[in-house]
């Protein structure tokens, strides 16, 4: 099972039916998980598309940084 001990980022997008919904990103040792609306359909605009992008390199460097911390 993956511990969700790192950081959490929310970019908000709509679901299939145009409804408000968010994508959420978490980091953990040596891993990314993201959690999208329910249907797993999201609709972004570029500017919450670019928001994912940044919060997933992020969630990268975290995660990384937190497997070296545990093996170290």
Do not use: F, Y
């Not at 940044?54 to 995660?63: G, H, P």
Request: with cysteine.
């Amino acid at each position: 099972m993956t511990e969700l001990t790192g950081r959490r980022w929310d970019i908000a997008c709509l679901d299939a039916l145009d409804r408000k919904r968010q994508v959420h990103v978490w980091s953990c040792p040596g891993r990314i998980v993201m959690i999208s609306p329910p249907a797993e359909t999201s609709s972004l605009t570029i500017a919450e598309a670019t928001q994912l992008r940044k919060s997933l390199e992020r969630a990268i460097e975290e995660a990384t940084a937190l497997l070296v911390n545990r093996a170290g």
